[in-house]
């Protein structure tokens, strides 16, 4: 049941994987209605997959000039940046749609390298990719990508599990006293635990984008 706000922590929004579903994006943010006293907390995994990669990553940049933003690495934007830098698990990368990030970038230039791909992006995007925090905490909740190594300190939490952990995570208690808000495993409506709540459900294979208001619990989706 939705609860009123404790004097101290302002409204937040916890915002699921969006994949580069740009629309879905537009219409979960206008339902939302964010003012300056409000934070969006973006839980990573802005491309790959989707048809709009890089239009996404240009729209999350406009809003952080206008609204509070905590930007949150996903797994994909890790692969993203180790296929630049190095070229290397290009398999990988391109097994889990970063093709489509690719030719975001592209446009109609055919793929050669990594090396050309690293070129063709924006200094500002280079930036906003940098800039992106393993996880984040407020005075109720920790916020994370795929989820926590049960029983680990928060400091302490490798970030291979902040990005890829799934069901040691999801089906063992966290250990920690604060609620854990993730993303990156897709569930056809939103889990709820005492100890967590998952807000991936799978925007781009044609669920909708959620998102949580907390610290209410109340949740918002777009469809589009």
Request: net charge negative; aromatic share 10%.
């Amino acid at each position: 049941m939705p609860f009123p706000a404790p004097a101290d922590m302002k409204r937040t929004f916890a915002i699921g994987d969006i994949h580069g579903c740009l629309e879905k994006l537009e219409d979960l943010l206008e339902q939302i209605g964010p003012g300056k006293d409000d934070l969006l907390v973006f839980l990573g995994d802005y491309v790959d997959r989707g048809l709009k990669p890089r239009e996404t990553v240009d729209r999350l940049m406009e809003l952080a000039r206008e609204i509070a933003c905590v930007f949150l690495r996903g797994n994909h934007e890790q692969m993203f940046i180790d296929f630049l830098e190095f070229g290397g698990e290009k398999g990988l990368f391109f097994a889990n749609g970063g093709m489509r990030t690719v030719m975001s970038y592209l446009g109609s230039e055919p793929f050669l390298s990594h090396s050309q791909v690293a070129r063709a992006i924006p200094r500002s995007h280079r930036d906003f990719y940098a800039g992106m925090k393993r996880y984040h905490e407020d005075e109720r909740y920790v916020y994370v990508h795929a989820g926590l190594k049960p029983n680990v300190a928060l400091e302490e939490q490798e970030s291979g599990d902040l990005l890829w952990i799934r069901d040691e995570f999801i089906f063992s208690p966290t250990g920690i006293e604060k609620k854990v808000v993730f993303g990156h495993t897709p569930f056809a409506r939103p889990l709820v635990k005492n100890d967590k709540i998952g807000i991936d459900t799978g925007a781009v294979y044609g669920g909708p984008l959620t998102a949580v208001e907390l610290p209410r619990e109340v949740f918002i989706q777009s469809s589009r």
